[in-house]
């Protein structure tokens, strides 16, 4: 399958190489956790010489096959892009589960250009999957094509919730508490972007975050759109620079998670 778009279409391949190359590099450290350095950035937010050394890998590989594009990794600096196209990297999203030993982590690439969300990569190499999608051709899980769940009501599957240091507490434990009414239940592996994938792939039937970051949830909000789902319309542009609530979802049960969303994530 190839996209028409000859400049898509030679990133969407790069990106399915690199993504798995960057999986089995992190895999390889996940194998060997006891002998990471692992600082505190913050509550619940850790960094290890794994992040480091994967984005370094991702940001090295790209420089080598789009010179000219830009880059915006969680861990290292800024690339200003020349060529309209800018990389979105999370080297391992869920750290604090990778260091703790716990399978539940990804290796995060979106391609953005004329601020929209354009590639979406997640790599998860503990179970051999890889999640992509581009623009207009679908969302697919290795080569197999994926759909959203056509879930008619909250209580027919689990609501991916995310949580960090800028939620509130009091606005989890209220959306909880309005998904327990409606008869659903809540599903957090503290992976964002491994959840917004498994809501692609129909395994959850929707997700709510009060804030995330754009290397945390553009490729997934893209696999999402295209397998069928729905997200809130973003500028990719202003989640590049100040992030924001993500909510996705079947069409079915959009609007309730929206609703539920406004009622409960409150500063």
Not at 230 to 247: C, F, H, P, T
Request: a negative charge.
């Amino acid at each position: 399958m190839t996209h028409p778009n000859s400049d898509i279409d030679r990133r969407l391949n790069f990106a399915k190489t690199l993504a798995h190359e960057a999986g089995q590099l992190a895999l390889s450290y996940f194998r060997s956790i006891g002998d990471l350095e692992v600082k505190s950035k913050g509550v619940q937010d850790m960094v290890s010489d794994a992040d480091l050394n994967v984005e370094t890998f991702i940001r090295d590989k790209i420089a080598d096959a789009f010179a000219e594009d830009g880059i915006v990794g969680e861990e290292h600096g800024v690339v200003e892009s020349q060529s309209g196209f800018t990389w979105v990297i999370d080297p391992i999203d869920g750290t604090f589960n990778f260091v703790n030993g716990i399978p539940a982590w990804c290796v995060i690439l979106a391609c953005v250009q004329d601020d929209k969300t354009k590639i979406g990569v997640i790599c998860e190499p503990n179970h051999g999957e890889l999640y992509w999608a581009a623009e207009g051709m679908g969302a697919h899980l290795n080569e197999t094509p994926i759909k959203v769940a056509q879930a008619k009501g909250l209580d027919e599957g689990n609501t991916g919730l995310g949580m960090n240091s800028r939620t509130p507490g009091h606005s989890v434990t209220r959306f909880v508490e309005l998904l327990a009414d409606r008869g659903g239940l809540f599903y957090r592996n503290a992976s964002g972007g491994l959840m917004l994938a498994y809501v692609a792939a129909g395994r959850l039937i929707g997700y709510a975050e009060h804030h995330m970051n754009a290397w945390d949830c553009l490729a997934g909000q893209m696999l999402i759109a295209e397998a069928g789902g729905k997200i809130e319309q973003q500028s990719a542009n202003a989640m590049l620079r100040d992030g924001g609530r993500v909510i996705a979802a079947g069409e079915a049960i959009f609007d309730e998670l929206v609703a539920m969303a406004d009622a409960s994530f409150t500063a």
